[in-house]
């Protein structure tokens, strides 16, 4: 199949959207309901309306009346109006006036009872709205679909390929190295030699672990480097709780992990930590990979055997939830269908290497993927609650984002259940809300109102700002985190129903109604069909996991053998479709992805399999005739080095100075409360410092979007907003600056030098010996010893010389960091962003000095080799 679909279809699925057509929601067969509502309904929307709930406007209370699906998604209160049932119509009561809190119009006189009898009738006869003219055509799948439908690689069936033949038979020791040495055999190159022993190790050890080995392991294995000895350490690297961590992160580069909304209002996901601790659990205990995916989808929908399991699975859909978010939108319609539109985008990459949101304007440009085909996806989310503990208000400040209704609770409790001084608290707030509500109401349409107060505002300004603070007081009080566990996720809607095209993608915008559904390239026989009365995620999740689906099993397959080889066999990780990379050795492809399920989509299972074969263990040398047939090593004749990862490189500086703490600590984000956060403001102060001084795995640092810590941003940390399979490796000179400068950095080597300094009874050379291993993982050869020593002793002298502290490592003491706590566990009082002074300043620079000439001169020498290429490549 070409690249590219011919230009002329691609135009005409554009020219398609404005064809004419009867809209969904209009009444072309009654042309007496369209004047009634062109002459008495618009005109009336118009002259009381308009002026706060328009898209003109900035929409009080995020309701559009400009806009029928404005009507019906409603605002801050729900749905404005129900078609045909004017009596349970939000608009109906708030122009009567006869709704407790809600009265409109907020301004000038109340509306007629004739004018409000024109608006309960148009309600009753289906709430008519002339609609933007579209086409069914639109939900019509292009007839070169099935052409590439039929020749791409990626959409046919998985085979069953036989295991090729070689003419070396003694070298491969699984199917998998026949695979390899047939497509070496076909173009006359031979592998490379095998790795040395403690290369292997150390190449195993992290690409499992995300550590280096351990200075007794690697002398265990160099003294009998058998394969029965490998495969051990093998089985003990999969069984640690590192593996999980390591490869959990992996997972949560493709989950686009991050611990906050980003976008324009940066509010914080305090319960993110959850679904990140669900991830490394998951990977630990080895979940079948196809369960791992139903419950990230319809977690809340599946059996459950306990509630410790019921509880995990509600966990599990954080994977929908925990994206990137505009609070700041200020249209309600539009706030949702982009985060659909990230819910489709994140689903179709990480589980299908498909770009399916490429469709949400129009027919894919590239791949056989429909607008029906994504707006099939999106009824399915649109039928589910986002539960991602925010919502959207245009120039909110304080909590205005914070929506605690939209939040799963793991752990069912009420306000009685808190301690009584909370109770005590939550009652005297309550009670000052309520006579704040009163004075409020009564001075609103008073002239007393428009009277100024002592700090020369309105008077009745001044009680709506004394209501809204003490009600954001009483929301913190009564949050769920005091007396429920929460988590952030999904669940299904209160409305079912399938979904509109958006004509050109915009939310307003409506065209023909999609059927939920899944994408028409990848249907089987026997696929689930989704029930009317249930959003589709629990049947799009089986779809997701099922073995008759060509893709998810293949495109996890290849991601494995990423992260163990250095590149895919499919080099677009993240890519699958017609302009992504073909299989460098497709029947591999297959037979990984087929052996994968037969063995109960055990990712344990497939990366021990890889790493046990004679391919994996494979030297990292290079002949210039290898190089000049294949210098990308797309046909694995050797090892590929690669770059340690960001968390890698901090890791095993903490493991080098002998500090990481491998425990599991609390969520660093966990008691901040949902307000904006600001990069230059104090919470992102006290964020930076928690990362600086904590010891723990890189996995467990704080994560908030566009705050991630320095030691992982510099190297080239994954792009929180997007799912990335594949991350970018640099050399860009602030990485330099940063192994040069930064003081995490010189407080590993301080800790190192000082270890090896205060042990008396060691040799220079052993102490050289010692650094060494530390951090390289081997023994300096003689050359290397008289070099350091030589280094270390004119280092010793200069510093002598001086008479004074040189900065060159980690102070003697800890780092203490106070990062945002609560007192005895009571919700923290939160603070309007907009009233906390900021500065530009930065912090004062950490000191790091050695306390003797000696210990600084032993840091230095440590510093250079935790900057050194041999460090942060493995090879």
Known sequence: ??????????????????????????????????????????????????????????????????????????????????????????????????????????????????????????????????????????????AEYEDARRSHWAFQPLQHPAVPDVRHSDWPRSDVDRFILAKLEETGLSPVDDAEPVTLLRRVTFDLTGLPPAPEEIAAFAAAPTPEAFAQIVDRLLDSPAFGEHWGRHWLDIARYGESTGSARNVPYPHAWRYRNYVIDALNADKPYDEFVREQIAGDLLPAADDAERREHLVATGFLALGVKDVNQRFKVRFEMDNIDEQIDTVSRSLLALTVSCARCHDHKFDPVSTRDYYALAGIFQSTELCAGVRSKMGGGGLDYYDTSKLLILTPGTPADADSELQAKIAETEKAVAEAKTEFERLRDSPEGAELAENGKPKRQQARQKLRKLEGELTTLTDPVSYSEVALGVRESATISDTEVRLRGEAEQLGPVAPRGFPHVLSYEGQPAVPADQSGRLQLAEWLSSPNNPLPARVIANRVWQHLFGAGLVTTVDNFGTTGDTPSHPELLDHLAQSFIDDGWSLKRLVRSLVLTRAYQLDSAATDKHLAADPANRRVWRHSPRRLSAEELRDTMLVAAGVLDRSRPDAAVAELPVVEIRNNGPEAQRLVETGAASVHRSVYLPLLRTLVPDSLEVFDFAEQGLVTGSRQTTTVPPQALYLLNDPFVRRQSLRLAEQIVQDTQLTPAVRVQQAYRATLARDANAAEIERVLAYVAEYEQAVAAEQQPVEVAAAESEVTVTAATTDAGKPITPVNPDDVPQSDAGSEPEMVNASDPQTAAWASFVQALLASGEFRYLR
């Open 1 to 142: 199949m070409p690249a590219r679909f011919p230009i002329a279809a691609f135009l005409a699925t554009i020219v398609s959207s404005v064809l004419v057509g009867p809209p969904a929601h209009s009444d072309g067969d009654n042309p007496a309901a369209l004047e009634y509502f062109e002459k008495q309904v618009r005109p009336l929307l118009v002259a009381r309306c308009y002026n706060c709930h328009s898209a003109d406007t900035k929409p009080a209370g995020q309701l559009r009346v400009d806009d029928r699906n404005g009507l019906l998604v409603g605002g801050d209160h729900g749905a404005a109006i129900i078609p045909g049932d004017p009596d349970a119509s939000l608009l109906i009561a708030a122009v009567a006036q006869t709704h407790e809190d809600i009265k409109m119009p907020a301004e000038g006189d109340k509306l007629s009872d004739d004018q409000i009898a024109v608006l309960r009738q148009w309600i009753a006869d289906g709430a008519v709205w002339p609609g933007t003219e579209s086409s069914a055509e639109l939900l019509d799948i292009p």
